[in-house]
T-cell receptor, first 115, second 114 residues
Framework: DTAVSQTPKYLVTQMGNDKSIKCEQN?????MYWYKQDSKKFLKIMFSYNNKELIINETVPNRFSPKSPDKAHLNLHINSLELGDSAVYFC??????????????FGPGTRLTVT | GENVEQHPSTLSVQEGDSAVIKCTYSDSASNYFPWYKQELGKGPQLIID?????GEKKDQRIAVTLNKTAKHFSLHITETQPEDSAVYFC?????????????FGKGNQVVVIP
């Protein structure tokens, strides 16, 4: 019954590997996001999708590729993982419009460790 | 773009005392200001928010005040309890930004000492 869920919660992998993180929301929201939180706790937006269309694409290496099969899911695929990719990745969602359109709800996070 | 700054970076308070965290923002067009609480090992949780047409909002022990002229907003926690210990993030949303992007501050570590 978790509103925004992510899998896996922990991911440990070696440099050069390719991995995916999955996100699902059951809030009926149209917009979903990926954030990266580094060791200093800074939250940096990476991508945003509105109804399966990319609307925010920050300066992120193109090794990162988001995919939204439907508006309830936003997955993040990372190719050729590097040590600097180690961080906690958060998925979030919000309504696209209306009174609740600004409120973002976050998932529990995926802690990625690249060795 | 919007720039949000939070002060202080770390705040320690005795249980039962009040805690105040202040954020400043740069874009006068920003119209939505949420506060998030992040406990250890969890995702940020929206705890209170305020829109630019309101100066203050309260929800039990927490309140947020907004000063649009000075471009700052503050989170007030009264009668602090150990479970209030967490990292708190403020954010601002520019009204001219149609993609629901939030600009986050760098977070404040609040420690409530029993």
């Amino acid at each position: 019954d978790t509103a925004v869920s992510q899998t896996p919660k922990y991911l440990v992998t070696q440099m050069g590997n390719d991995k995916s993180i999955k996100c699902e929301q059951n809030l009926g929201h149209d917009t979903m996001y990926w954030y990266k939180q580094d060791s200093k706790k800074f939250l940096k937006i990476m991508f945003s999708y509105n109804n399966k269309e990319l609307i925010i694409n920050e300066t992120v290496p193109n090794r990162f590729s988001p995919k939204s099969p439907d508006k309830a899911h936003l997955n993040l695929h990372i190719n050729s993982l590097e040590l600097g990719d180690s961080a906690v990745y958060f998925c979030a969602s919000s309504q696209a419009h209306g009174a609740g359109g600004n409120e973002q709800y976050f998932g529990p996070g995926t802690r990625l460790t690249v060795t | 773009g919007e720039n949000v700054e939070q002060h202080p970076s770390t705040l320690s308070v005795q249980e039962g005392d009040s805690a105040v965290i202040k954020c400043t923002y740069s874009d006068s067009a920003s119209n939505y200001f949420p506060w998030y609480k992040q406990e250890l090992g969890k995702g940020p949780q929206l705890i209170i928010d305020i829109r630019s047409n309101v100066g203050e909002k309260k929800d039990q022990r927490i309140a947020v005040t907004l000063n649009k002229t000075a471009k700052h907003f503050s989170l007030h926690i009264t009668e602090t309890q150990p479970e209030d210990s967490a990292v708190y993030f403020c954010a601002a949303k520019p009204s001219l930004c149609g993609n629901n992007r939030l600009a986050f501050g760098k977070g404040n570590q609040v420690v409530v000492i029993p």
